[in-house]
């Protein structure tokens, strides 16, 4: 027996509409290449999302910092994750892609920045 979902492909700007047939074997449907092929199964199997949020940052010109999870996390870790960082405050200077937190939600994934953050003069 087989359990169909659907999802829209998101690894180009095409955005082809896959089918999931998650039974015994899972089969996708819908695809254009094989990333598309390859991004079916993972959502079928264990759907991942990168997160992007923002960080307190003290002593730099605005008081949050845009950060992301450097990849995607599992969907049922995204409010872990979230409330990992609720109440983090880290200090200025920060330069992009500069670690914020290893290991975020005890997912093997890190946050990083997504710019610099200069000292406030
Ligand atoms: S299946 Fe291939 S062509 Fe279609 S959106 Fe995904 S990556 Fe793009």
């Not at 996390?73 to 892609?97: M, S, T």
């Not at 997912?107 to 920045?113: A, G, K, M, Q």
């Amino acid at each position: 027996m087989s359990d169909d979902k659907t999802s829209l492909c998101i690894r180009c700007p095409k955005g082809c509409r896959l089918t999931l047939l998650t039974g015994e074997d899972i089969k996708i449907k819908g695809h254009q290449c094989k990333i598309g092929e390859e991004y079916g199964k993972k959502e079928a199997i264990e759907p991942e999302r990168v997160v992007p949020t923002t960080v307190k940052i003290l002593g730099a010109k605005w008081p949050r910092l845009p950060v992301r999870t450097e990849k995607g996390v599992p969907l049922d870790k995204i409010e872990e994750v979230i409330d990992e960082l609720r109440d983090l405050e880290i200090n200025a200077p920060v330069k992009k892609g500069d670690i914020i937190v290893k290991n975020v939600a005890d997912t093997s994934v890190d946050i990083i920045s997504e710019r610099d953050m200069e000292v406030k003069r």
